[in-house]
């Protein structure tokens, strides 16, 4: 069955630290990953988008890896900000047509002062 | 920018009323999709569209239908609204600009009450 999990569901840091956020999945055949930032309230946001052959991409302060091998993914974000308090979602797509993509459930992340 | 509109943020409809949600984009974009979400399941998708007046079953179709009569125009039906369709709708839309390159575009939601 193709899933995406991630954790934590919930983080709460302190403006100014750094977190780091995990996806697993088990979609197949992958295409590629993305990690989609979702303000309360709004449509989610692309933030960054890899493929089979990326392993790391950079967008600002949020930082992806991709581990095509062992199906995991993180999203590092440096010198958190008030702004950044939104959920994250990581999103896995299948080969073939836009429709096939599988949502992991988000991480609900507080930056607090 | 990518603009995707959806005609309410806010919706309050009894159960048995039948319920249209709008969505708009004004990229010229050839996808277009009805999700919704709900706590702890993430994004469904419920229908989508490649073309004007093409339309194909997502994950849960079940109890909704969808038209597209115009490119920029997608709309989500509830035939006869039900307190479990009580959830967040959102609309995205999309260009095929090759292979691992096609992002998702999101409108800002529609939150029905069904009671």
């Known amino acids: 069955k193709n899933q995406v999990e991630q954790s934590p569901q919930s983080l709460i840091i302190l403006e100014g630290k750094n977190c780091t956020l995990q996806?697993?999945?088990?979609?197949?055949?992958?295409?590629?990953l993305r990690w989609y930032k979702q303000d309360t309230g709004r449509g989610p946001v692309s933030l960054t988008i890899?493929?089979?052959?990326?392993n790391t991409k950079s967008n600002g302060r949020y930082t992806a890896t991709l581990d095509a091998d062992t199906k995991q993914s993180s999203l590092h974000i440096t010198a958190s900000q008030l702004s950044d308090s939104a959920s994250y979602i990581c999103?896995?797509?299948?080969?073939?047509?836009?429709?096939?993509?599988?949502f992991g459930t988000g991480t609900r992340l507080q930056v607090t002062l | 920018d990518v603009k995707v509109t959806q005609s309410s943020r806010y919706l309050v409809k009894r159960t048995g009323e039948k319920v249209f949600l709008e969505c708009v984009q004004d990229m010229d974009h050839e996808n277009m999709f009805w999700y919704r979400q709900d706590p702890g399941l993430g994004l469904r998708l419920i229908y989508f569209s490649y073309d004007v007046k093409m339309k194909e079953k997502g994950d849960i179709p079940e109890g909704y239908s969808v038209s597209r009569e115009k490119k920029e125009r997608f709309s989500l039906i509830l035939e006869s609204a039900s307190t479990s369709q009580t959830s967040m709708y959102l609309c995205a839309s999309s260009t095929y600009r090759g292979p691992s390159l096609e992002t998702q575009y999101f409108g800002p939601g529609t939150r029905l009450l069904v009671l």
């Open positions: 890899m493929t089979f052959s990326e």
């Open positions: 999103v896995v797509s299948r080969t073939g047509t836009a429709s096939k993509l599988t």
């Open positions: 996806c697993n999945y088990t979609v197949s055949p992958f295409s590629n």
